[in-house]
């Protein structure tokens, strides 16, 4: 039962485009929304995060939107860069933090 | 970046045997968690932990066993590996008061080999 999910196992840009990432849910007890970014060989690190109380959420060249009724939500990068380069996950959680979620993750490759 | 370390970074082990893998941090986190990574699956929660010698199961937790007998220590335990916990662990810790996001933060992760 995999409740996020990123349809998407890779995705490649140019530098200097938008690269757009997308993640939807089917759980609609999720109250936060984060993503992760992982380069090979380390562990996932906080990008950005949502709170089900708010649809954008900005973060210099990274913004993740939501979309409540549809139960998705997407990472925009603008500009992208080569050392975007990296496998991105979505996840989500309930409140009480115990049990997050994670979609497969998406391989954002951005070429110079 | 958070103070968290695993040990050991790479692992092969045969089918049967025990294996245990540490998680260290040092920075006081409250919770404390364990996640199998798999192609196709991204991260799943196997237990965590909210406090010494408080745990609970998460997703994936059948043949895996875990222990926090300190704050800074949770130790992952499989009991006779078998082939299908082949994977990389990672190790998280959160707090939750200090961040309203949930936001966790993850080890370098622990690559185990089951022949």
């Known amino acids: 039962d995999q409740q996020v999910k990123q349809n998407s196992p890779s995705l490649s840009v140019q530098e200097g485009r938008i690269s757009i990432l997308n993640c939807d849910y089917t759980?609609?007890?999720?109250?936060?929304f984060l993503w992760y970014k992982k380069y090979p060989a380390e562990g996932p690190t906080f990008l950005i995060s949502?709170?089900?109380?708010?649809d954008k959420n900005e973060d210099g060249r990274f913004t993740v939107f939501l979309n409540k009724s549809a139960k998705h939500l997407s990472l925009h990068i603008v500009p992208s860069q080569p050392g975007d380069s990296a496998v991105y996950f979505c996840?989500?959680?309930?409140?009480?933090?115990?049990?997050?979620?994670f979609g497969a993750g998406t391989r954002l490759t951005v070429k110079p | 970046d958070a103070g968290i370390t695993q040990s050991p970074r790479h692992k092969v082990t045969e089918t049967g045997t025990p294996v245990t893998l540490r998680c260290h941090q040092t920075e006081n986190h409250r919770y404390m968690y364990w996640y199998r990574q798999d192609p196709g699956h991204g991260l799943r929660l196997i237990h965590y932990s909210y406090g010494v010698k408080d745990t609970d199961k998460g997703e994936v937790s059948d043949g895996y066993s875990v222990s926090r007998s300190k704050t800074e220590d949770f130790l992952l335990t499989l009991e006779s590996a078998t082939s299908s916990q082949t994977s990389v662990y990672f190790c998280a810790i959160s707090e939750v008061l200090a961040s309203p996001y949930n936001e966790q933060f993850f080890g370098p992760g622990t690559r185990l080999t089951v022949l």
């Open positions: 949502i709170s089900s109380i708010k």
């Open positions: 996840a989500a959680t309930p409140y009480n933090n115990n049990d997050m979620r």
């Open positions: 759980n609609s007890m999720f109250d936060y």
